[in-house]
């Protein structure tokens, strides 16, 4: 018995829940932005209103606002006056911003030498968070921290978090851990990610089967092994050039060639943009192969459904159309554009993330600011209010008590003491 | 599992307009939050602002389907409730809430993840189905299971006043391998396969339940850690301490509940890994580079002549003819042997994999496996339930059972 790969992913939490159209995901961004934009106003409204309150009380004149916005200091909204307009983010400057600060978690996956599965968690994992959250209520450095360590437990990488807070500057665990509880509730407990990774992998090496005519063909196919491998040493060098004559080993390499261009892709560019969202794993996968060697991806998928089948015609719709949205974004560079191009383009894309940040710390929610003291406040009620941490508290005296117990009744008596204590006593 | 109302729908992502209508009016305290449901164009500006979150919104709409009962058990890494969905009080699941564990300093426990995670992606009639899962303002997380009233496997033949013959036997395991077929398809390693994961539905059917120790598989290649699965069903290579293996590790274990169901004892009782191995030995011989390739390299794999310490024997011992497989586990009959033999073989990669196991002649042989709704289970008959009765005192309908379900959803305790 076995189950397809589509009856598979048609059962994951990713297509189920984590899958969308264009226009929804545009839908998505738009209300949270909306309704973060519609908070962070009104929050300020009401610190101002209360700061306000405040003041003259405390002052015992009547007097209001002027000067007030000194008596903060500090960076909050509240800062630059009280009448001032909080000037929101746009949809589009929160996917900017959410689009740096994946970049950004790329590099700090690859500075701890995580495996790729996990940084590629952690930056669905924080993608997926922006859909539901909005940079002004959430800041993206300090979540995308706790979503890459959230993915690094889910991928079983067991990094504790003490070693991952202290691998970075400026972060302690408290930090990380505090949006973590905000973290997974966004991702709607849902850790698990599909990634295309190990798909292109396997139809790396059942490429490289077909090239040495050893393929495993399907029971009903009409072609032999030898026959694939007799076409694919004839796939033009360029779409639609003329046949070409290819050794096994010439082939062996163009497919290597192929596969790690790809790979390259998948790893990089598809992390970073909605391509998890529109596309199924294997459609990314196949996508990239497709920008990395056409000729052979036509040929590989023709091994597959026949090339005049309208299945056919619309999966590399699907398939360009991705291809198109990978190879759109600025991290896919194809040998045409020079250095000079690309650090001009690095250098305007630094100015204007810089200048969002600018913009963000003006129009933050000024009730989100400090997740630390939030989460820290939450636990406290869970321990006043709940009897939860005092019963396991109770129940876990009692076990170390049945246990000692039962050690002590044991023939030999109780465990020695590991750490040299016994020799003190010698 | 289709047609139970328990299956009620998860509420939408927030789309246009797809709000959950099933919103109860009674709920009192979330009067607040429900006023601040209103899509994000009305105006901000309304004094009660509580600032939820639209993940937070979701969160509270997925608890407000529940409502919470009575404590049905408790362990060191959560307890378990009873409870109901709210529109329908006969719709009953499990609500497991875990606990937030002072010591573990890294957040949500490991066990919690594993189980949500894999849970979530796992939808099959044979696998214990995970309705929900919501966190409280406190941080707590809960998980919404299925209820499942009528015990586990192991207490199945340990109760001596069911009876049962080859034809049950058949449609348990049945079940069961096709649960960790599915896993297996799902390329996740289930890692703690004992017949008290194994819980007892109303109909009949068994759940594969207790994910916390599950993982994926991985990339050949990449170590993973040898201290899993309860050690009467580990299977040799893991007792060995393998940093690499396969998804047969599970079917070992499936095959050790098969054949404690045949003979109603623990296959392989052990207080240490060195018992636990010399009894293997004594039904499977003793392994060696002839019966399997590479075990010698193994780091915890030793020789036979050699003597322990405690005094057993390390003889090499031969397997024990097939005529003794056929005597002692007579209840799966010849194909049943055979297909132990399979599934106990010491040599993994020799070893059935899930999709051999399913199969194998055995399940075609007759007898044919007994309908599921005709199973013995324990909770049903005079007997049982008189049991509960003693044990709870008064006992409403069903609490003594369920008080087996929560003790059986929470198995950390034992894993320490």
Known sequence: ?426 | MAASPALSPRPNPPGPGARPSNLNPKSKGLALLHANRSPATTKASTPNDTGVDLAEQMNDDVREQYVQGKKLGEGTYANVYKGHYRHDPTSLVAIKKIKINADYKDGIAMDAVREIKFLSELSHPYIIKLHNVFSTKDQNISLVLEHLPCGDLEALWKNPTLSYSTAEIKAWASMLCQAVWFCHENSVLHRDIKGNNILIAGDGSIKLADFGLARSFADPGRPMTYNVITRFYRPPELLYGARHYSSVVDIWSCGVVIAELAIRQFLFPSETDIQALSLIYELCGTPIEDNWPGVTKLEFYVPPTQTFTNGVSNAAKRAQPISVWKQRFSLLGDEGVDLLRGMLMLDPKRRLDARKVLAHRYWKALPRPTPREKLPKAGGGEEKMGEDLKRKGIGGEGEGRADKVARKLDFSSMRK
């Open chain 1, 1 to 426: 018995m076995k189950l397809t790969e589509d009856d598979i992913y048609r059962t994951s939490t990713q297509y189920r829940h984590w899958s969308f159209t264009h226009a929804q995901l545009d839908a998505k961004r738009l209300k949270s932005n909306v309704q973060a934009s519609e908070r962070v106003k009104a929050a300020v409204a009401r610190h101002r209103a209360q700061r306000n309150l405040d003041i003259t009380s405390e002052s015992g004149m009547g007097e209001s606002s002027m000067g007030s916005g000194t008596e903060t200091g500090g960076n909050t909204p509240l800062a630059q006056g009280l009448d001032a307009e909080v000037h929101c983010l746009s949809v589009t400057e929160e996917m900017k911003l959410v689009d740096t600060f994946c970049e950004r978690a790329l590099q700090l996956g690859s500075f701890l030498k995580f495996p790729i599965e996990v940084t590629a968690t952690g930056i669905q994992f924080l993608r997926r968070f922006y859909l539901l959250n909005s940079p002004m209520t959430y800041e993206p450095q300090g979540i995308s921290k706790t979503a890459l360590f959230v993915a690094n437990k889910t991928e079983g990488h067991h990094l504790t978090l003490e070693k991952y807070a202290g691998a970075m500057s400026k972060t302690t665990p408290e930090q990380v851990q505090a949006a973590e509880y905000i973290v997974v509730q966004a991702l709607r407990f849902h850790f698990d990610v599909r990634h295309p990774f190990r798909g292109l992998k396997g139809a790396h090496l059942e490429l490289i089967e077909m090239a040495h005519g050893k393929a495993a063909t399907p029971p009903n196919s009409t072609q032999s092994a030898e026959d694939l491998q007799n076409s694919m040493s004839q796939i033009p060098r360029k779409d639609g050039g003329p046949a070409a004559e290819w050794t096994v080993s010439d082939l062996e390499k163009r497919i290597t060639d192929a596969y790690g261009f790809a790979s390259h892709i998948l790893k990089t560019t598809a992390l970073l943009t909605d391509s998890y969202f529109l596309y199924t794993p294997s459609q990314i996968w196949l996508a990239s192969h497709l920008l990395a060697d056409e000729p052979l991806t036509l040929f590989y998928l023709s091994t597959k459904i026949p090339s005049d089948s309208d299945l056919h015609t619309k999966l590399l719709k699907a398939l360009r159309a991705c291809a198109l949205l990978l190879s759109s974004h600025h991290t896919f560079s194809p040998a045409h554009s020079t250095p000079k191009e690309k650090e001009a383009r690095e250098k305007k894309e630094k100015q204007e993330v810089s200048a969002l940040l600018k913009k963000l710390k003006q129009c933050r929610d000024p009730d989100k600011l400090d997740l630390v003291k939030l989460n820290q406040a939450q636990k406290r009620d869970a321990v006043s209010d709940g009897g939860d941490l005092e019963e396991s508290k109770a129940k876990r005296r009692k076990v170390e008590r049945e246990g000692f117990q039962k050690e002590a009744d044991e023939f030999w008596g109780p465990e020695l003491p590991k750490n040299g204590n016994g020799a003190k006593g010698a």
